[in-house]
């Protein structure tokens, strides 16, 4: 067969092709095996760290009939099949969470919340219309070979592994004495905001009016926690960030086989993704980016959204041997819903994902097609974009303007510079001028986040490659790659958010290496076998040799990274030159017409990837050792058992004012970040802490001095006046904390009602 008749084949073979009749069955009954295997780890994870069976058999009921069924079931009336089960369920798994939301409007503004869990009857009603329930039941035709099955669920595998090792036996279910990082305290009171009022208030310090954040998550959160009855800090902690991390490993599989026209695609894709460190074989100084961190709910949630609005986006801009039609108003829908998700998911979601579509309408406009269509998404994003900026979004008052400020978080600038940088400075200082280091640092650092985001570097391969630069979708995660990288560049933020940019583009980065090998060895005739062999020779060099590096002691003083550096440096180079040497040969072997060599240097470059994860989770230190080791807090565990007093005793919507502040310090300039009250015990508080408030992130302490004055007072001179006075502002209940530093007046005792007492926090109703 000539190479035109060859490549003609190829441009009109469909992304999917149904599977033989006899070997059908045989793959659904594979499929149906891997994934209940993957289902068995994630729930073998909850039930061995704690959580009450009941609750998780109660998530996963909600899983599949709040959330895959009735999200599949309009999405398939919407636009049909996707093609395959997994697409289906996964796209329709990621619509749910969007109906979801809306359904929570709905029963919040009706005051109906007790029966948001019959929302997803309400979606049965399109089996009404003769052509939504063909369209609904229609079976996809398409089946995945077993590999690409096989391999997928291992992506999904290890994403569970990396959660129940890092996360699961961090932090403790209440009553505990072991702390709990602040920010999941933080949500768990945007949770129980949630899950008494729209839209949300600020739980934490009542008085500072609507919350000012992208707070979708914690509506999701909520929901689930209204769903199932489960207690809000078994959701936080257990339920629910695990199944929406193999959703988005699926739907990272899903576009990676949509665009590549492969299912070993989207394997490669999936597997891609499931790690969270690039290369194991400098762990001093390339660190780990950790996308799948439950940590940070909104980040994690916005994942799967962002992934199946960009799989959507594809759609809707089409395959360059498709012929230019209008999307479907089905699609159109669900792109609308998906962006109106993603806008309250994560404040970085949308930009990163205008910019993709930006930069794929100016290379149409160069191209001459799909301008029409390009030129009405970017504008309705951009609208969409400002929109959720202004109304959902949050974290800003603490950022500013300062080049190459990720640098500083960096374990070699800390050491070498300072732990503490100047984040005001319009530069990052002594990347250069550091005494003994010189420019050496900033060579150093720019490699390591490269090599750290590698991922993202695919952007350059639509430059390269002719079969990617002809399609606008290659352009679209191109221009979602590199966009991702210019606030990372040039923002500070006192808490580093400027990393969710490109911790949320990694993705499409990944997705677009892959398109670019299946697309390498389906034009290189002979390329497989030697592709294969390269990707194995990368994993099992990277597993010994990066086994190696972590097993090995870490430099820690000032001389030794200062060696480390200099070493790093020399050993990347001569790697990019070994790579540079492979391409070259592959090239001139081209030239001579044998094309196997071509796909080489993608595999090794990629290959270390998925190992490096493995090596990373088989090496992280044992959490509930490590946790077991953190001597237990006589005073956290007061508080949880006051928590879970107050949670049973003191009605919901009552107002509660508390003595505790401060982490660390004291006064109104302490460092403000104490949420058991708002986040265990579930109430609002007058005032707890406002360290995530927007004007004392900016001004970096609380502003309303006469509040904070009127606070203090109840609990260390109270009068008959000052409790009035906080009557009058919609107090009913004093919780008081006996610490060192925190004092509770005992003229409480004949001036209110003193309902708990535990020894270290005491409670009072006031009369």
């Known amino acids: 067969m000539s190479g035109e008749a060859t490549q003609q084949r190829m441009r009109t073979t469909p992304p999917f092709s149904p599977a033989e009749p006899h070997g059908a069955r045989r793959r659904a009954v594979l499929a149906v095996v891997v994934w209940s295997v993957v289902l068995a780890a994630a729930l073998a994870s ?3 760290a704690g959580a009450p069976p009941v609750d998780v058999a109660r998530s996963l009921l909600y899983w599949a009939g709040a959330l895959v069924l009735p999200g599949t079931v309009v999405l398939k009336a919407l636009v049909g099949t996707r093609g395959s089960w997994l697409a289906d369920l ?4 990621g619509l749910g969470l969007v109906l979801e939301l809306f359904a929570w409007v709905g029963a919040s503004l009706t005051d109906l919340r007790g029966l948001l869990w019959a929302w997803p009857l309400a979606t049965a009603s399109v089996l009404l219309l003769p052509r939504a329930r063909a369209r609904v039941l229609r079976r996809p035709p398409h089946r995945a070979a077993a590999g690409p099955t096989v391999a997928t669920g291992v992506a999904a595998l290890l994403a569970v592994w990396h959660l129940d090792s890092s996360f699961m036996d961090s932090w403790a279910l209440p009553p505990s ?5 602040q920010d999941l305290l933080w949500h768990m009171g945007l949770v129980h905001e949630a899950m008494r009022s729209f839209p ?14 992208h707070w979708f998550s914690d509506a999701h959160l909520a929901a689930q926690a209204l769903i199932t009855g489960t207690a809000v800090p078994v959701v936080v902690l257990r339920t629910w960030f695990m199944p929406v991390a193999v959703l988005f490993v699926a739907l990272t599989a899903v576009l990676g086989a949509r665009l590549s026209r492969s299912d070993w695609g989207g394997a490669g894709a999936a597997l891609l993704v499931s790690s969270i460190l690039s290369a194991p074989f400098w762990p001093g100084i390339v660190t780990a980016g950790n996308h799948l961190n439950p940590l940070s709910p909104s980040q994690l949630y916005a994942l799967p959204l962002t992934v199946l609005f960009v799989l959507v986006l594809c759609e809707i801009v089409g395959a360059p041997t498709r012929p230019v039609t209008r999307p479907s108003p089905g699609l159109v829908v669900v792109a609308v819903l998906l962006a109106v998700g993603c806008a309250g998911a994560k404040s970085s ?3 990163v994902v205008l910019g993709g579509v930006v930069t794929s309408l100016l290379v149409a406009l160069v191209m001459r097609r799909r301008r029409l269509v390009l030129a009405v998404t970017a504008a309705a994003l951009a609208v969409v974009t400002l929109a959720g900026l202004r109304l959902v979004a949050g974290g800003g008052a603490s950022s500013g303007f300062q080049l190459l400020s990720a640098m500083s978080l960096l374990p070699p600038y800390r050491t070498l510079v300072t732990a503490k940088p100047d984040l005001d400075r319009p530069w990052l200082d002594g990347l250069v001028h550091t005494p003994g280091v010189g420019p050496l640092l900033l060579v150093a650092l720019a490699l390591a986040l490269s090599i750290a985001y590698v991922r993202l570097l695919s952007f350059v391969l639509p430059f390269l490659q002719r079969s990617l630069r002809r399609d606008l979708r290659a352009w679209l995660l191109a221009g979602t790659c590199a966009v991702s990288v210019v606030p990372f560049l040039v923002l500070s933020h006192t808490g580093y958010s400027q990393f969710y940019f490109v911790q949320g583009a990694i993705p499409f980065g990944a997705v677009l290496w892959v398109w670019s090998l299946v697309e390498l060895v389906r034009r290189s005739p002979g390329s497989r076998q030697v592709t294969v062999a390269a990707l194995a020779v990368g994993a099992l060099v990277t597993a010994v040799v990066g086994q190696m590096a972590l097993s090995a002691p870490r430099a820690t003083d000032r001389t030794a990274v ?4 200099s070493t790093f440096v020399l050993q990347v180079g001569a790697v990019a030159a070994a790579l540079l040497v492979v391409l070259a040969f592959a090239l001139s072997r081209r030239r001579r017409g044998d094309a196997r060599w071509v796909p080489v240097t993608t595999a090794l470059l990629l290959s270390p990837i998925v190992v490096s994860g493995v090596l990373l989770t088989a090496n992280r230190p044992d959490a509930q050792q490590v946790s077991a080791s953190v001597r237990p807090s006589v005073q956290v565990l007061a508080q949880t058992q006051a928590a879970e007093w107050i949670s049973r005793h003191v009605p919901d919507d009552d107002l509660v004012a508390t003595n505790d502040h401060c982490s660390t310090g004291s006064g109104p300039a302490c460092n403000s970040r104490q949420w058991w009250l708002s986040g265990i015990a579930g109430r609002r508080v007058l005032l707890e802490s406002w360290g995530y408030t927007p004007s004392a992130m900016r001004l970096e302490r609380f502003d309303d001095r006469a509040l904070y004055d009127l606070n203090q007072s109840a609990f260390v001179s109270p009068t008959p006046e000052v409790l ?23 003229d409480l005792d004949r001036l209110a009602d003193r309902r708990y007492d535990n020894g270290r926090v005491v409670v009072y109703r006031l009369r």
């Open 90 to 93: 996964a796209c329709g798994a």
């Open 177 to 181: 004495g072991r702390p709990w990082f």
């Open 200 to 213: 949300l208030g600020t739980p934490q310090v009542v008085g500072d009016g609507l919350l000012q954040y």
């Open 46 to 48: 909850a039930l061995r």
């Open 562 to 565: 200062l060696a480390s550096l």
């Open 724 to 746: 009035a006075a906080l009557r009058r502002r919609g107090v009913s209940w004093l919780v008081g904390e006996r610490s060192p530093g925190l004092t509770v007046s005992r």
């Open 349 to 351: 979601a949308l930009p």
